[in-house]
């Protein structure tokens, strides 16, 4: 760490000396940073007013060109491309657990915030959205507790979709890849005039599955899904703006094609169960988002609304005996709202203040069949929840001397979560038997403080240190079978990070390494219930993640660039007793991939003689993970592993065609692993894939 430390601030003063050459190196070294983000705009969200490249923030932007060359379709497709970012195939859209620096949840709420326009995306099931229409997204690794509050205790994805105002474009795209793979997408966006913009969108995708089930034959994971977008925009006066936005998906997936497996040595059987199983999901989201700006303020509100349901049917066993099918409903209405104010332009002290509030009616049914008992496990349960927030966060620029920053910021959280449980037992003989009948209620309070100094040299490149105070409330698990399990505690962490943003060699290469120390106590680890069947949360005692992360572009030639990425995590719990006499003092953090790896070029072609086409642009990458473990007691892991992933477009005006394969070399992994019982089961990563687009623009 101290090497690599020091090898950061002998990069950065270099880069800072031979870069300070005046305003016009300046001006074009932002240009080429924004190449990186978003085209020619300045990034700016819902909560920030700044470039992100110039904030004190590990942050990854991902712009609908890179989306677009490397085929990122969900949050799933991150997973190594980002450093130190993992989320597992769980096997359907009913959940995706993101991990960040060894941060994440398999079950109850997330870690890890996910926003789309300013929308929280608050339950676990709501995260595998379509990625369609996307103008950008930003990934900011570390705790965001103090401007996103709930749920951000490892980081935060913000989702961009398209804005009218920007965009005037119809695209029409279509695509066929192998496993009897479709897709359809149409969109338009226009103006009506100078002052209001719509955008309209809709998709339609069918997978065969790439995974078969030998039982039935046939395969274990087809599914079928739609979707659908609507934006309107308007300017009522120079200074007001209302954007709506609006969106609805529908999928239907044969899912969790698990096996048994055996931990030793690292073997998955085949699939192979008699009873369907599947996830279907509707979901509607809607947001409002109004904004007045004077030359020194400016003044938002964001209103959401989300309401989803799902239904999963799952052969429990996993096996081609008849011993218990589960049935899993789960529906949610979720309101929030925020306002917010903040300082506008270049000053000496910027400042924001904020206050959040949200409603979550969330209600799950359970019933589970014991098949050779002829009886049924019938559980109801509401959660209710509502919360609200205050926060600030200052900046002093120019603190003492010109380009050193002080920011300081501060949040309170409260929470309050109601509970109501009603579990009975139905014999063979229809006979009702109630197990429990409980309610409950609890209320969290939390101030998370944060405080961030940054040294701005000339030419833009930065420094900075932060310490940052991380909170995740706690909760009810609901179908506990121990009255000692019934709640667990809210999790606390403090997180350490240095880094730098900078280039060098005019632009030829730019660069950021952050290092990051993080400490919390009260861990929430997902465990198995007494009899082995289903999931509890149990906090451990105290844990620990350090690392490291960096990000490499280079732009070789005009139309050669190279882009690297590597994440390092070494995530493990310095105390943890499991209640069961089993210590995990020194044992590495599940689900928390050791090392994370990507690299990928990007070479085009403009043709002489453009009759045919206009020119060809390759590019190809590797990403590769690992290892890591699936449990706490580390005796099932995933070696480090990689894919080779490649694209090859043939463009010619508005029209693009694209030849692309993904995990070229089919590499065997493990996607996702978990133990009911005293049985592990797995799923097999995805296989080679490929595939053709047809994309027009008009």
């Known amino acids: 760490m101290q090497k690599i430390l020091i090898c950061t601030l002998i990069f ?32 700016q969200s819902f909560k920030r007013n700044d470039n992100i490249s110039q904030l004190p923030i590990s942050a990854t932007v991902l712009s609908e060109q890179i989306l677009r060359e490397r085929n990122i379709s969900s949050v799933k497709d991150f997973s190594g491309f980002i450093p130190n970012l993992f989320i597992p195939d769980y096997g359907s859209k009913m959940t995706s657990p993101a991990y960040i620096r060894g941060i994440g949840s398999r079950i109850n709420a997330p870690s890890v915030g996910l926003y789309v326009d300013g929308v929280p995306y608050f339950d676990r099931s709501t995260f595998d959205i379509t990625m369609e229409d996307v103008d950008r997204i930003e990934v900011l690794r570390g705790p965001q507790g103090t401007i996103y509050g709930r749920n951000t205790m490892g980081g935060i994805i913000n989702v961009y979709t398209k804005s009218p105002f920007k965009y005037q474009e119809t695209n029409i795209g ?21 002052n209001f913009g719509y955008a309209l969108s809709g998709n339609y995708m069918h997978t065969g599955g790439y995974i078969t089930n030998h039982y039935t034959g046939k395969r274990a994971n087809p599914m079928d899904a739609a979707s659908a977008r609507m934006r309107l925009s308007w300017r009522a006066n120079p200074g007001l703006f209302l954007h709506l936005t609006s969106a609805y998906e529908y999928s239907d997936q044969d899912g969790y094609p698990y096996a048994q497996y055996t931990d030793s040595i690292n073997k998955i059987k085949n699939v192979n169960y008699n009873s369907p199983s599947y996830f279907r999901r509707n979901m509607s989201t809607t947001g409002l988002n109004i904004q007045y700006t004077t030359e020194d303020i400016r003044f938002n509100s964001q209103s959401s609304f989300q309401y989803f349901d799902g239904e999963q049917g799952l052969d429990q066993d996993f096996t081609s005996a008849d011993n218990f099918y589960v049935v899993f409903n789960q529906r949610q209405r979720m309101y929030s709202q925020e306002f917010n104010l903040k300082s506008l332009g270049e000053r000496d002290y910027e400042w924001l203040f904020g206050a959040f509030g949200f409603y979550q009616d969330y209600g799950t049914n359970n019933n589970i069949q014991f098949i050779p008992q002829d009886s049924l496990n019938l559980q109801d349960i509401d ?31 409260w929470e309050q979560i109601k509970a109501h449980t009603l579990i009975n037992g139905v014999n063979k003989h229809d006979i009702y038997n109630t197990i429990r009948n409980q309610r409950d209620k609890d209320t969290y309070s939390q101030v998370t403080p944060k405080i961030a100094l940054q040294y701005t040299f000339a030419n833009k490149d930065i420094v900075y240190a932060s310490i940052t105070k991380g909170y ?154 690992g290892k890591l473990y699936w449990r706490e007691d580390n005796l099932a892991k995933q070696p480090f592993y990689g894919m080779l992933n490649g694209r090859l477009s043939f463009v010619r005006d508005n029209l693009s065609f694209d030849v692309w394969a993904k995990n070229i070399l089919d590499e065997k992994y493990i996607s996702y692993y978990f133990k009911s019982g005293k049985q592990s089961y797995a799923q097999q990563g995805r296989p080679f894939e490929c595939g053709i687009n047809l994309n027009l623009k008009f």
């Open 472 to 625: 995740k409330s706690g909760g009810f698990n609901n179908t506990a079978q121990l009255e000692e399990d019934r709640t667990f505690a809210p999790e606390h962490s403090w997180s350490y990070e240095l880094g730098t943003k900078a280039s060098c060699l005019d632009n030829l290469i730019y660069t950021d390494i952050s290092l990051f120390y993080i400490r919390w106590n009260d861990q929430q680890i997902s465990q198995t219930q007494p009899d082995g069947r289903g999931f509890i949360l149990r906090n451990a005692g105290r844990s620990k993640s350090k690392g490291v992360e960096a990000n490499l572009h280079i732009n070789a030639l005009e139309n050669l660039s190279f882009q690297l990425s590597y994440g390092y995590t070494h995530a493990r719990f310095k105390e943890y007793d499991d209640k069961k006499g089993n210590d995990y003092a020194g044992k590495y953090l599940p689900m928390v991939p050791s090392n994370t790896f990507s690299a990928a070029v990007n070479y085009s072609i403009k043709m002489k003689n453009k009759s045919i086409i206009d020119k060809i642009v390759f590019n190809g990458q590797y990403t590769g993970l």
């Open 383 to 413: 959660t209710p929840s509502t919360g609200f927030a205050l926060f600030h966060q200052s900046v002093f620029n120019n603190l003492f001397t010109k380009g050193l920053s002080l920011t300081l910021g501060i949040r309170y959280d």
């Open 12 to 43: 950065i003063a270099l880069c800072s000396f031979t870069e300070a050459k005046g305003d016009d190196t300046i001006s074009n070294k932002d240009s080429i940073v924004m190449s990186y983000t978003a085209g020619e705009i300045v990034i």
């Open 174 to 194: 279509l695509s066929a890849a192998n496993y009897n793979t479709y897709y359809a997408n149409a969109s338009h966006y226009g103006k009506i005039s100078n």
